[in-house]
């Protein structure tokens, strides 16, 4: 059984950065895709950015240019870079992975955006 614990999230001023984290705890299965998804209040959750196993990458329109997606094999973990932070990015933030037909989700991490 997989379990994700996300971290990284917090309040910022719009423009600023955040950097959040995404552990893996468990056997991941070589082949994986590791994503992020966030929910704004009263919206519906959707994909911010997902990475696969050999490193490929999409974004969201929405965050193109400004987050970043990456992961480091060997300490199980996926991040994401945001800068430049606007308002509209305020949501709780999600850790995805699927891998052999699972889908596996962290308990979220809040990021609220100033302006």
């Known amino acids: 059984q997989l379990q994700l614990v996300e971290s990284g999230g917090g309040l910022v001023q719009a423009g600023g950065s955040l950097r959040l984290s995404c552990v893996a705890s468990g056997s991941i299965p070589r082949t994986n895709v590791m994503n992020w998804y966030r929910q704004a209040p009263g919206k519906e959750r959707e994909l911010v950015a997902r990475?696969?196993?050999?490193?490929?990458?999409n974004y969201a329109d929405s965050v193109k240019g400004r987050f970043t997606i990456s992961r480091d094999n060997a300490k199980n973990t996926v991040y994401l870079q945001m800068n430049s932070l606007k308002p509209e990015d305020t949501a709780v933030y999600y850790c995805?992975?699927?891998?052999?037909?699972?889908?596996?989700w962290g308990q979220g991490t809040q990021v609220t955006v100033s302006s």
């Open positions: 995805r992975v699927f891998a052999l037909a699972k889908d596996y």
């Open positions: 990475i696969t196993s050999g490193g490929n990458t």
